[in-house]
């Protein structure tokens, strides 16, 4: 009797993972089926920053986007170090990858910026700390080929900034910690993307 009992437990776990690797492999022969894009923002580009995107098909109209942004660069007194992932959720109008698509966005990012010529407080001053929000995005993807596409995005949201003020964009000492809160642009892209199908 005992015996019996332990044959069961012991099939009904063979069953349980049987069962659990079907489904596993149910899962990625459909993520293999999936279109997948890796991409680079032309507009990041221009500002040396270094991003990759990766974009995921997750059925005919949805598409998670991730994408990273790095710039360690100081040039002079100028000086725009930053970080920075972002995903988004997209749904399609159409079809993944091709035409209208509405996205909801998240961010986080640390950044060193100072000595920029956008105005007096940011040329002679230094700002260092971290970001986060959200937002809602639209944008459109033209194919330009069997495997590559353009992207045009645009995302209005809201940031949470916290940083430490510096004197200026070489010195040390902190002068004024605060933190801000803005809403606005939160995403612009045009992006070039390699599509693997």
């Not at 790095?70 to 040039?75: E, K």
């Not at 040329?123 to 929000?133: A, F, I, T, W």
């Not at 069997?146 to 045009?152: I, V």
Request: include cysteine.
């Amino acid at each position: 009797m005992v015996n019996l009992r332990l044959h069961n437990v012991k099939m009904n776990k063979i069953h349980r993972l049987v069962v659990a690797l079907a489904c596993v492999a149910g899962t990625w022969n459909v993520g293999q089926a999936q279109e997948a894009g890796i991409k680079t923002n032309l507009l990041y580009d221009a500002t040396t920053t270094l991003n990759l995107g990766v974009e995921i098909g997750m059925g005919r109209k949805m598409t998670l986007d991730i994408s990273g942004n790095y710039n360690p660069w100081r040039f002079g007194d100028y000086r725009l170090k930053h970080g920075l992932i972002q995903p988004e959720l997209r749904y399609w109008t159409c079809e993944k990858f091709n035409g209208h698509f509405f996205g909801l966005h998240g961010f986080y990012g640390r950044y060193n910026v100072g000595g920029l010529p956008f105005n007096s407080n940011m040329r002679h001053s230094r700002y260092q700390g971290y970001l986060y929000g959200g937002g809602f995005s639209y944008g459109y993807q033209w194919i330009l080929s069997d495997h590559w596409n353009l992207e045009a995005t645009l995302g209005l949201g809201y940031a949470h900034l916290r940083d430490k003020k510096y004197p200026c964009a070489n010195c040390g000492e902190v002068i004024k910690k605060s933190h801000h809160n803005y809403v606005g642009p939160t995403k612009a892209a045009i992006s070039i993307i390699y599509i693997i199908k």
